[in-house]
């Protein structure tokens, strides 16, 4: 492996009680340089947004928890699948809680990008939003959209119509990343 030379220093967060909660932006054990953010959880009233601590991504769910009780404490509830405002005000309060990691839950999804493929009239549809893995996305029909007096007869994820077809006003595929489909006249 080797040996790389680096400085590292060590950050601090001041905590009134040694109390803390740390909020990452993915899940902290898939890579060394998980972005994340510590504060005070004694003075933590209100959940951040991903936007506050500039985690910039689409497709935010909601925060998982770890919640870390002192040794002594030895807790039997069951933590909430979903960490929301009402649990950080209990676990705030509970004198046992040492510390609360959150980790970002983020939706599977993507973007769909319309190509025209060489159109020669009409406008090609545009489409701003994310789209979850389990959502049903109706496919454009532009009746304008024509190519050489040809008219608009599928989308399909390859340009030269070899790839997965759709129908115009179908519905499209689920999407787990970003997808271009280009018109086929």
């Given amino acids: 492996w080797g040996e790389i030379p680096a400085d590292l220093y060590a950050q601090w967060t001041k905590a009134e009680d040694g109390r803390f909660i740390t909020y990452f932006f993915d899940a902290p054990y898939w890579g060394p340089n998980v972005d994340y953010q510590t504060f005070d959880l004694s003075s933590e009233t209100a959940l951040r947004t991903p936007e506050e601590l500039g985690f910039g991504r689409e497709g935010f769910l909601g925060w998982s928890a770890e919640v870390y009780f002192i040794p002594e404490a030895n807790p039997d509830e069951e ?17 046992s809680v040492q510390g609360i990691g959150l980790t970002a839950r983020w939706a599977t999804g993507g973007h769909i990008l319309y190509d025209g493929n060489g159109n020669t009239e009409g406008s090609v549809p545009m489409d701003p939003a994310f789209h979850s893995i389990d959502e049903d996305v109706t496919l454009p029909f532009p009746a304008d959209l024509k190519k050489d007096g040809g008219v608009l007869t599928s989308w399909n994820t390859a340009a030269d119509g070899s790839g997965t077809g759709y129908f115009p006003g179908g519905r499209g595929p ?12």
């Fill in 174 to 185: 689920r999407l787990s990343e970003d997808l271009t489909l280009y018109a086929q006249y």
């Fill in 79 to 95: 933590i909430p699948e979903w960490f929301t405002q009402r649990d950080l005000d209990r676990y705030r309060e509970n004198p």
